[in-house]
């Protein structure tokens, strides 16, 4: 697509094309002095969207300026110094360290400012200021991919040395975006490119290339997904370390392609302004010289519209070198296209959909009745942070109640239905096939049950439970009548209007259900819509073996793990929860109510499991929050990103896409 084939730079270990080494800053803080940077001031000064900006800025605030004492940070030319002299400031003091100094103070003269702007040659950190204070800090600092060079460093030095209480900094906020695009032609051309050359296997630079982002100018058409606010920063009053961060995104597509990169971008804005004023560097803006910055990923993923690409970048100073900055992206497609395994047990064949990397430790759900995967933990797998948390640090082994997954045939008759504890003899099978050792489990309702008296009964082979509005008693009669009335009606009807607000009503608050008034909410229309994949006659197999199920009260006290226990306040088995939390041992289990939430809180209050789960994995050391300081914590702060992600190595500008099984199979 139309991608430029020329002009772009990859942003190298080392730095020796980022726009800061022509431009003298490099010398600078090596003490030695090159000629040139003209071109990157020239390339700057002609950066329209840019430059005017700047100069709409300051001539059109005058007020900001008149009679005020400034600090252009950065001067370059010293094209802002002289639009704030223009504007009425008092004096201006235009530190640069690059040979551009010289330059700048003769340009000062020749515009006949030299009263007004004096130019320090130097670097900020190193100079004095004639003055003890500033009223404004004005500067040009923003990098490709915004933190390239950090610069941003700088004026937070000088925002920290000079600037008077309430004087200002302008810009004073600055957003970074992410976005997923299709870019099959160009990532043939600089990445595969090196696989054949001239029939010669020069993929070892394949690998070099693949690890370096790419700034270049991406053609909006290639915007395959939504583009994602990752992080805002207020220059006013932020902390350096708030420059370093990881945050979660989730891209949802916007129609069926393939996704070949990330692209980041950023705006700044200048909110004291009269009138809010800014730029932004996105694709969808004007081009600017900082163009985008392209992340290519090691494999090329196909989604479909509505499917989500899940994941979290994270962003810091390069160790040995703080000017440069590492950018580690983890990411996976929440989407269809997973890993179906069809796995036989002594008990017939079950679905196992694996989600992420084998390699970490497991975790296996069970859905409600009716329910599989998709109906059952899609919620929970789209929030962006679950996601990070969940897989981060397990791969999650999605198991379904026979005959429940999508796309599965309706049982034979023939076929003996299932006792639960044949439904736990299964997932056994299942971990052995897939050689398991200790596992999470995570289990709504019905399966809750099931994964309670698998721990039960295999007690070695589960590490911790989460069991959202868990079952542990036998039906009471209401309940097995309740049973009853559904599959028959199942039986007879399928899974008619009947069995589904029969079922509706089991998973969810009447909240979201609606009303002849409130119409239903998206996520239980969503679950209707799903319910019509079901084969009536297995889900009518489901519920014999759950209706015909014995209480496992007695069994809880001897459970050796963990137990998490979730419950909507409005759920019918509201009370069961309570029960089952009063037998557990109390010093290794803890009960959460979900308020105005019915039985499926994966799906109608996934939010609510955040905290909960990451303090249950604490207690596992499987996760930990995260070293960093300095930060609020906001959502879309570091800590519930799994540590691995937090100890990179040092190895320059480097992209890191870690591939999970999910993307390697698309
Ligand atoms: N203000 C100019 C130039 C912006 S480019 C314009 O808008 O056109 C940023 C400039 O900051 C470069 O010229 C670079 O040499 C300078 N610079 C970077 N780090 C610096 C530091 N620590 N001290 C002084 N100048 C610095």
Known sequence: MGRRKDGNKSLAPGGSQKRSSSNGLDDAATG?????GEEVDEEMLKDVVRTKTYQNVIYQNT???????????????????????KAGAKHVYSVECSHMADMAKEIV???????VITVLKGKVEEIELPVVHVDVIISEWMGYFLLFENMLNTVLYARDKWLINDGIVLPDKASLYLTAIEDAEYKEDKIEFWNDVYGFDMSCIRKEAMMEPLVDTVD???????????????????????????????LVAERNDYIHALVAYFDVSFTQCHKMMGFSTGPRSKATHWKQTVLYLEDVLTICVGEALVGSMTVEPNKKNPRDVEIMLKYSLNGQHCQEHFIKTRHGTVSVAVFGDQEKPALVTYPDVALNYESCFQGLLFCPEAASLLLHNFCIYHISPPGHELGAAPISSDVPIPSVNDLADQIADVLDIFRLGPVMCLGVTAGAYILTLFATK??????GLILVSPLCKAPSWTEWLYNKVISNLLYFYGMCGLV?????????????????????SDIVQACRSLLDER??????????????RYDITGELHQLQCRTLIFVGEDSPYYSDALHMTSKLDRRYSALVEVQACGSVVTEEQPHAMLIPMEYFFIGY?????????GSPRSPLSPWCISPDLLSPESMGVKLKPIKTRMSLDI
């Open 220 to 250: 909006q058409n290639q915007i395959v997904t939504n583009c994602q606010l990752l992080k805002t920063m207020n220059i006013s009053k932020m902390a350096p370390g708030d420059a370093s961060f990881t945050a979660p995104f989730k």
């Open 63 to 85: 007020f900001l300026f008149k009679n005020k004492v400034v600090l252009d940070v950065g001067a370059g030319t010293g094209i802002l110094s002289l639009f704030c002299a």
């Open 458 to 463: 295999y007690k070695e082979r589960v590490a």
């Open 500 to 520: 589904k607000d029969c079922l509706l009503q089991r998973y969810f608050s009447k909240e979201v259900r609606g009303s002849a008034q409130v119409p239903e």
């Open 32 to 36: 030695t002095s090159i000629g040139g």
């Open 109 to 115: 003269q020749a515009n006949g400012f030299s009263n």
């Open 621 to 629: 050391g499987l996760y930990r929050p995260s070293q960093f300081t």
């Open 535 to 548: 084969q009536g006659e297995n889900v009518w197999r489901f519920l014999q073996s759950i209706n015909g």
